[in-house]
């Protein structure tokens, strides 16, 4: 039968063949369609500039990225693929410029698995030193950080990658594992200390039961046991300590103050129910403070006592400015108050700005000066909250 040579090729009984290459041997990859020759070759050599095309774009990405690495596989798929093609062209040369880049990047990858080596041992080294930082937050972001970069650095060389990483990641296991160990036992010691106050308290609760010599020297045995036992977090100390104080002194905290009578009574002077008293309004001030919380009922009372004074005050200077001041018509009255108010503001403001001239003076070393000034640069600033609430009053019609 007739043998009919194309370029790579050959026909023969109708069917298209592509001639052997590397080892490989000839194969039939087609036939003569519509008994039309030449359109049939062309369609094998097309398909084959297809692959070549294809496999040009792969080498122009690696020639132009820095992640070379990323294209070994497609280039062994290429390599591979390349037998099983139908097609007629120079596969040989297709087959060594594949070969070339392989290695190309083989080369790369063999190199930079060195030196990921390196980097990954010197990780394994300085994760070392976590066992030796006490603290617990800082180790953990030692860690954290550790594994980060572990991670953005690729895989190290093949026949110690597998080593390396049980290696690194068994260490940060065992991090994890004692940090879970440690909290885990100092939850278990503060509810043991916990209970220990728990018991104290109830402890002390029996000391209503004793008095003299006896009833002191159980309350000096528990004050030891007590300093004795051990730090537990701040929100189970403060009331156990609170609770143990109490029972301890033998009398209750609470205050002995009624303050919605105390501020039913200041409102009534306010109002003009009742007839304003300095001498009154001191001892239950003085009263006010055997309270020694932070009641929010108490501090209304103190400001409120603030204000009737500051009002007494300033009804007497105009009275004294004005001598037939009860006479005026209102909307004077109102004037005239104002007036006064916004003068003792202004006043308070200038001595406000002299301390604070004067507290710049005073250097850190000496505290207690520096603690008098702030402690008047509050107060006066105080007062000057005080006198505006005033002149609200006197705005609304309560003054």
């Not at 991090?175 to 036992?185: A, G, I, L, P, S």
């Not at 278990?188 to 039961?209: M, S, W």
């Not at 003792?344 to 200038?350: A, N, V």
Request: glycine share 6%.
């Amino acid at each position: 039968m007739d043998i009919l040579e194309v370029p790579f090729g050959f026909i023969k009984d109708s069917k298209v063949f592509q001639k052997g290459w590397g080892g490989n041997a000839d194969r039939e990859i087609g036939e003569v369609r519509d008994e039309d020759t030449e359109k049939s070759v062309q369609f094998f050599q097309d398909r084959f500039a297809d692959l070549e095309k294809k496999i040009r774009e792969v080498t122009e990405k690696i020639d132009s990225t820095e992640n070379k690495g990323s294209f070994l596989m497609k280039l062994v798929h290429l390599k591979e693929h390349l037998p099983q093609h139908d097609g007629l062209g120079d596969y040989q040369v297709l087959h060594d410029q594949i070969i070339k880049y392989e290695n190309l990047v083989r080369d790369i990858i063999k190199k930079n698995r060195v030196r990921n080596t390196e980097i990954k041992t010197a990780l394994l080294e300085e994760g070392k030193q976590i066992a030796e930082i006490v603290n617990w937050k800082e180790a953990t972001e030692l860690v954290n950080d550790l594994k980060s970069r572990w991670i953005k650095t690729g895989s190290a060389e093949e026949e110690k990658n597998e080593e390396l990483e049980e290696a690194f990641w068994g260490q940060v296991k065992e991090f994890f594992d004692r940090k879970k160990q440690f909290f885990e036992d100092k939850q278990k010691l503060t509810e043991h200390r916990k209970k220990q106050y728990e018991e104290l308290v109830e402890e002390a609760k029996k000391l209503a039961d004793l008095h003299g010599q006896e009833r002191f020297n159980k309350v000096k045995e528990l004050k030891e046991q007590w300093k004795e036992t051990g730090g537990i977090p701040a929100e189970f100390y403060k009331p156990l300590n609170t609770e143990f104080n109490k029972n301890l002194k033998g009398r209750s905290f609470k205050p002995s103050i009624d303050y919605s009578d105390t501020l039913q009574k200041l409102e009534a002077i306010k109002s003009g129910k009742e007839a304003f008293d300095g001498e009154e309004l001191g001892k239950i001030k003085k009263f006010l403070f055997r309270d020694k919380g932070r009641n929010p009922d108490k501090q209304k009372c103190l400001e409120l006592i603030q204000l009737l004074n500051e009002r007494a005050f300033v009804i007497k200077l105009s009275q004294k400015r004005f001598p037939d001041f009860s006479k005026l018509e209102a909307d004077k009255k109102k004037s005239i108050r104002k007036s006064i108010i916004n003068d003792l503001i202004s006043r308070d403001q200038e001595d406000l700005k002299i301390y604070e001239e004067n507290s710049a003076n005073f250097s850190s070393a000496d505290g207690k000066m520096n603690k008098m000034v702030e402690n008047k640069i509050r107060s006066q600033k105080r007062k000057i909250e005080i006198k505006s609430k005033l002149l609200d009053w006197v705005d609304s019609g309560e003054f």
